[in-house]
């Protein structure tokens, strides 16, 4: 009869569990309660050294990942099915398009930085996670073409080259020796040098954050943090989004994840969390260490003249750098109000607005947040009255041939659109919402920061009849 019962409870017990573990494991994340941040901060796991482990020699990535697999057996399914290997999401609906529901990422978006991916495979996939994009169409099913060591390997030993292959003279042997828990130089390779160098696109991240003072980001500087501190990360699924691929706000992270939202000592600062992001106060200007590119002009590429990193390259046109940026506010609900697709109609009236953040002062869920927008002139076809793709990168590129007919019509039609042959220039935008390079508290925005006569918010723009302070807050100008 004890036994019986016994058994009984043990059994209770063990459905229990069966029910409690997936509970604890996929349940949302929800803002930070306890008064202590570091209880939000995962713990690293422990590193095993591979030197005595990996033996090679290599004489391919692929030889290396099926080295890696003979004990990480589920390594390349896991990342097979994220973003960084299919640059593209799942089917989700696309702000700003009637009934469009389609997978969007960097394998079918056009941006204003160097445009387009696809027809670019030569250049463009050194940062992917994978080999072999020589190959086209691109065999996604390939396990072995993932390559573990963009994200593992000490970065001193490994980089990518062409069609993110292994770069000429990397002893893989020594870089699969060398891997590790991810650093920030890993992450760096490919975020802190996107759209062609240091700190081109998002103003934010750059290589100053791979040896920071604490006056740079307090984080990373103070604190010792790597990215994958706040960019968790579960089964080589890495949390957050990006505006400039992401329309909705699946996947997000938060200053939340670690902080309690009211954790001012004074109230009248804590009476501006439901309105002002957190960014907008804590990271007043980007670019402090390194300037960021802020406009640039594809239609005076191709030009024999002096040329110059920061102003002029003959491959790419003018472009404007800039150091100590003030950020742009605007009002941003975590989504996009349009995302512009290919073959989407540009605007003759104005700049045509790539991926505007979702948002207005009547959104309750909309906050203040910093932006840097990124102003360029790109090629569209003027009959079809499109964005096009070029062909800049490999046989036949622009940056081979500087023609712009042979290499738009290359692009256009490895992109799926039809070329007229009549080509222009026009003005489009894109936006990047500032989240890193958060400073020390002492060098937040104060008050006349804002409400000041010289303040760097735009009241009348962000929806209020003046400064909210004289005429009331969001509810009373709606």
Known sequence: MNQSRYIWVLGVIAVALVIAVPMVIFWPRVAQTSDNPWTGVPKHPAHTDHKDIIKGPFTTGQEVTQACLECHEEADDQIMHTVHWTWQSEPVVIPGHDNVVEGIGKMNL??????????????????????????????????????????????ALYAKGEYGNPAEGVDLTAAAQSVRNPGCDNCGKCHFDGGGGNNVKHGDLDESLLFPSDSLDVHMGGHGFVCTDCHRTEDHAISGRMLSVSVDNENQIACTDCHQPDLHEDERINAHVATVACQSCHIPAIATKNPTKVTWDWSTAGQDRP???????????????????????????????????????????????????????????????????????????????????????????????????????????????????????????????????????????????????????????????????????RNAAK
């Open 110 to 155: 056009i941006n204003n930085f160097c445009i387009a991916a696809t027809s670019n495979e030569r250049t463009c996939m050194t940062c992917h996670a994978g080999y072999g994009w020589e190959e086209t169409p691109y065999d996604f099913e390939n396990n072995l073409n993932v390559d573990c060591l963009a994200c593992h390997a000490d970065t």
């Open 307 to 473: 040329e110059d990193h920061y102003t002029y390259l003959k491959i790419k046109g003018d472009f404007l750098y800039e150091k100590d940026v003030q950020p742009e506010y605007l009002w941003y609900d975590g989504a996009v109000a349009y995302r512009y697709l290919m073959g989407d109609p540009v605007n003759l009236e104005g700049p045509t607005l790539l991926n505007p953040p979702g948002g207005d002062i009547k959104n309750p869920d909309a906050r203040i947040w910093p932006f840097k927008i990124h102003r360029a002139k790109q090629p569209y076809d003027t009959v079809y009255n499109y964005l096009l793709p070029p062909t800049t990168s490999g046989a036949g590129g622009f940056w081979t041939t500087f023609d712009w007919p042979s290499a738009l019509k290359m692009g256009a039609e490895a992109n799926g659109l039809e070329f007229s042959g009549e080509y222009g220039f026009t003005e489009t935008w894109m936006y990047w919402p500032t989240t890193h390079m958060v400073q020390p508290k002492e060098n937040a925005l104060q008050c006349e920061s804002c409400h000041g006569d010289n303040g760097v918010m735009d009241w009348q723009a962000l929806g209020y009849p003046g400064d909210p302070i004289k005429w009331g807050g």
